[in-house]
Every structure is written in structure tokens, then in C-alpha cells.
């Protein structure tokens, strides 16, 4: 009866570490993808993407996804109208980011961003690339 006892046990335990896993991935995936944004699409011309100022008039972080490039890119107005241009890539080993309510996330090894690039969370040890951007009277001109 004791071996029973200890089965049913052992069983149980097993089930609740399951259980925990389990709604911790799905709690993760959800975070990270739940609060992503639509890109803003374009192509890259000349190592250069053109985005219309326009596009911040409702938002001041814009996810901008250039048609047959491999990664997405940041784009955050500041408070002084300047902004900076983030290229989504993880510092680690290269993987895709993915923006999140507070920065930006590797599904790969974890390691996390905050909106101006700084690492808050390795395995990552370097900060998000920064962008050359210009400013015309109607786009903003990002270098890749």
C-alpha cells in the first residue's frame, strides 16, 4: 500500500512540473506575441528605406518590415522629434526579435531588450544595432 502511496505521488508531482512548464511557454509565447504590431512594409532601395513621417502621427514606435530582408526594424520617435532606428536582430547568435509591450524578445535563448536597445536579460552581452537615419521634409531615410 505504501508503494502505491508513493506512486500516486511521484505521478502527481510529475503532472503539476507539466502543468507548470507548460503554462509558463505558453505564458512567454503569449506575451511576446500578443502585444506585436503590424509592420509597415517597403522595400530596400540602395541599402535605404524610406518611411512616410506620416506613419507616426497615431504611434511613436513603428515596426518596419523591408520586403526580402531578414530582419524587421524599430523605429521610435522621441520627445525631441528625433528618432532612432533599431535593427531587430539579436546581438546573440542572429535570430529575428520579437517586440514585446517592453522591448524586444529572442525566442531562441531568451535574451531580452529594452525599447532603446540595451540588453535587460542575456544570454546576449551587446546592445541592439543602431540605425543611420536622415530626415526629409515627408520621410525619414533609414541605412541598412
Known amino acids: 500500500m505504501e508503494n502505491n502511496s508513493r506512486r500516486s505521488f511521484l505521478k502527481d508531482t510529475c503532472k503539476v512540473c507539466l502543468l507548470g512548464a507548460a503554462t509558463f511557454s505558453i505564458a512567454e509565447f503569449l506575451v511576446s506575441c ?3 504590431a503590424k509592420g509597415f512594409k517597403t522595400t530596400v532601395t540602395d541599402n535605404k528605406i524610406e518611411v512616410p ?3 507616426f502621427d497615431t504611434s511613436n514606435s513603428q515596426i518596419i518590415s523591408p520586403r526580402n530582408y531578414e530582419y524587421e526594424i524599430a523605429v521610435q520617435k522621441n520627445t525631441d522629434n528625433t528618432f532612432q532606428a ?3 536582430r539579436c546581438t546573440h547568435q542572429n535570430n529575428q526579435l520579437i517586440p514585446t509591450g517592453s522591448g524586444y524578445y529572442c525566442s531562441l535563448h531568451g535574451s531580452q531588450y529594452d525599447k532603446q536597445g540595451n540588453v ?3 544570454p546576449a552581452e551587446k546592445g541592439l544595432p543602431h540605425l543611420t537615419i536622415e ?3 515627408t520621410n525619414l531615410i ?3
Open 135 to 137: 530626415t526629409t521634409p
Open 120 to 122: 535587460k536579460k542575456g
Open 53 to 55: 513621417l506620416s506613419l
Open 34 to 36: 500578443g502585444t506585436t
Open 86 to 88: 533599431l535593427l531587430l
Open 142 to 144: 533609414i541605412h541598412i
